[in-house]
């Protein structure tokens, strides 16, 4: 088997039919020759690697390349439009005599020309005043005196995201602008089609669109702000259209040369010769100004390509240097330095309402490039003084991508789940936010990030309420998800920005609300439960029933092993432990969800759920109803005194004196024997 080697492929005369049937020829069945077919291939797809490896790496200076060949290309013309004219002078020279009977053919010629001009200019207006009476709505198209027709035609205009057909266009193309116009579908009269639009040819730019898909046959139109994308019906109309702009390109080019040429040979001073005797020393020339470099004569159309090739930052440099180079001392009183300046603040202007477009969330921002995406528009209009407007529309952004972030979680599994879950994305966004926020904009617009950020927490803490605080939401549930939302608030802390205060003022009217509609509804149920007691004890029927009844009552913190009676009954009615469940209950959960501020309202719904309690069993006076009642009060209402001077650090003083009221005498917390200094040197 012959091997497979590029050195082969790399040969002039290189034949591919005759390499495939010496390959037949020698493969020996069927399987050796698709091991060569392989070997081909693969070779061929580690070529295609390495010549799109190259590419990328060239990418940069094959633009460069394009640029130099266009600035080139113009240079010929240039060139050639020259050759003509100095061909035109030498032929009008050796065809002038000083004789009569040549000057008068000179004339004659002359006559013809000028005879010859007044038609094709009577052409001209015929041409163009059709095309106003074709046009609804048509811009006066003689205003522009040497304004000519270069090329006309249907298109189809193409949607530049979407690639799908907008609407069908009639487009004039004039040696300076561009006129776009519409079909009219029910026209009346000449009317053919309706006015669009038109831009001027020294703002478009003419970039050529590969085949793709449907699209086929298709060429871009950039024309700042807008994008227009144009289909022919076949290769040729295409070429015909490429070729007509880069006509009209160059003939402004062309024309705006000689504008330029015009004034400055209007703006030199007629030299004298120095030998002349009549000149005096005062009359002699003023030396010339010396020429403003290439690079700073074509600075506006390099900007223009910068610009069309989103190298922001570059554009911005080039601006800068410029600038810098025409307030030199060198070209300060340079003739075309007013103009040029003139021109690269239009462009700095054109730059900014990119740069402005670029950070609009409404202008199809997608979230996927990250914050790190407006990194670079967000740097250069700081530079241009325009911090302000910058932050807001980078706030706009976090915003979006905030929002995007939360909406992608998904409501699965138990709510706690869910609000944990979007915490974390949340708090995780608005980290990357700061950080990226810390670096891009100077100190004094973080309390501008802040002022977004307790209103981004209170639009998220909006939502995640009306799914939590819901009646049928149980007030474990609701305090685990407030703490674990505190939870990532907090860990949020370490990033310099603290958000506890917003949250829990976003919390306090809810978990206000919670407490009293669950006082109502225990207060409720217990005149309920407290009249149909029948005053026995309860059966747990099993051991394992009583073991897990005391786990239960142990873990709110009341030990009742000594209330267990026959193995598997508990000494104590139902609505005796079904309070003693309840209230402990919302003391303990209550402690944990509310603040300092909110501890009226925990105590205000422990005095009310005890009140009424004691209330319905004082007026009961069999054997087993004040034995509950005693377990109550002597019980129920310490532990729950204790655990709240524990936790909060001071006594409920509602519930001390409901208990007294009810002759219940509370032991005083034992005070710490505190050692005191002797002497005052320590103090």
Request: proline share 3%; glycine share 4%.
């Amino acid at each position: 088997m012959s091997e497979i080697n590029m050195e082969k492929f790399a040969v002039p005369d290189f034949v591919p039919e005759r390499y495939v049937k010496e390959l037949a020829r020698s493969c020996v069945g069927g399987e050796e020759l698709h091991q060569q077919k392989e070997n081909i291939q693969s070779l061929a797809d580690e070529t295609a690697s390495a010549l799109k490896k190259n590419v990328y790496e060239n990418y940069m200076q094959f633009i460069e390349t394009a640029t130099e060949i266009s600035h080139l290309e113009a240079e010929m013309y240039k060139l050639s439009h020259l050759l003509s004219e100095q061909r035109t002078v030498l032929t009008t020279l050796s065809h002038a005599s000083i004789l009569g009977n040549e000057n008068t053919v000179s004339r004659e010629s002359l006559d013809n020309h000028d005879v010859e001009a007044e038609k094709a200019e009577e052409q001209r207006k015929n041409k163009l005043n059709t095309i106003t009476e074709k046009v609804e709505g048509c811009m006066n198209l003689l205003d522009v005196p040497e304004r000519t027709l270069l090329h006309e035609g249907d298109l189809l205009e193409i949607d530049a995201e979407e690639n799908t057909a907008l609407q069908r266009m009639h487009v004039y193309l004039f040696n300076d602008c561009l006129m776009l116009t519409s079909w009219i579908s029910n026209r009346r009269g000449p009317m053919r089609y309706k006015f669009q639009c038109s831009y001027p040819i020294s703002t478009l730019a003419v970039v050529n669109v590969r085949d793709l898909g449907t699209v086929k046959q298709a060429f871009k139109v950039l024309a700042f702000p807008d994008t227009r994308v144009f289909q022919c019906n076949s290769i040729a109309v295409k070429k015909d259209w490429l070729d007509k702009f880069d006509v009209a390109k160059k003939m402004y080019v062309e024309k705006e040369n000689s504008k330029q040429k015009k004034k400055e040979n209007e703006g030199k001073p007629k030299l004298e010769s120095l030998e002349s005797p009549s000149l005096s020393v005062e009359e002699l020339p003023s030396p010339q100004i010396a020429p403003l470099p290439e690079w700073l004569v074509d600075v506006t159309e390099e900007l223009d390509v910068l610009i069309v090739e989103r190298h922001f930052q570059k554009t911005y440099e080039l601006m800068v240097q410029a600038q810098k180079s025409l307030n030199t001392v060198e070209f300060k009183e340079h003739p075309q330095r007013s103009d040029i300046l003139k021109k690269i603040e239009k462009k700095q202007k054109a730059l900014i309402e990119i740069l402005l477009k670029e950070l609009d969330v409404t202008h199809n921002w997608s979230p996927r490039g990250g914050l790190r995406s407006a990194r670079q528009p967000v740097i250069i209009l700081n530079k241009f003084n325009m911090t302000s407007q910058a932050c807001e529309l980078f706030l706009a952004i976090c915003s979006h991508t905030v929002k995007v972030h939360v909406k992608g979680v998904q409501l699965e599994g138990s709510i706690n789940s869910y609000v944990r879950q979007v915490g974390e994305v949340f708090f995780c966004s608005l980290s990357d936010a700061l950080t990226e926020f810390t670096t891009l904009f100077p100190k004094n617009k973080v309390s501008a990030f802040v002022v977004w950020a307790s209103m981004q927490l209170r639009i998220l803490m909006s939502q995640i309420i009306k799914q939590i605080f819901t009646p049928q939401c149980a007030l474990d549930s609701v305090l685990e998800c407030v703490d674990s939302l505190r939870e990532q608030c907090a860990l949020f802390c370490e990033f310099g920005l603290d958000l506890r205060f917003q949250m829990n003022s976003c919390l306090r009217s809810p978990i206000t609300k919670a407490l009293r509609e669950y006082k109502e509804k225990i207060v409720d149920s217990m005149k309920s439960k407290v009249s149909d007691d029948k005053w026995t004890p309860v059966n747990m029927h099993t051991k394992a029933g009583v073991n897990k009844f005391l786990l239960q009552m142990e873990n709110l913190g009341l030990i009742l092993a000594k209330y267990v009676i026959n193995e598997t009954w508990v000494d104590l009615s139902s609505s005796t432990i079904w309070f003693a469940q309840s209230v402990i209950t919302i003391q303990k959960v209550g402690l944990r969800l509310v603040t300092k501020d909110l501890m009226d309202v925990l105590d205000e719904c422990i005095y009310a759920i005890f009140n009424s309690r004691l209330m319905l069993s004082s007026g009961n006076d069999s054997n087993y109803a004040q034995k509950n009642f005693k377990f109550i009060l002597d019980t129920v209402m310490p532990l729950m005194l204790r655990r709240y001077r524990e936790e909060v650090g001071y006594d409920n003083e509602k519930l001390v004196a409901l208990g007294k009221k009810f002759g219940v005498n509370f032991v005083p917390p034992k005070k710490s024997n505190i050692t005191k200094y002797t002497s005052n040197e320590y103090l």
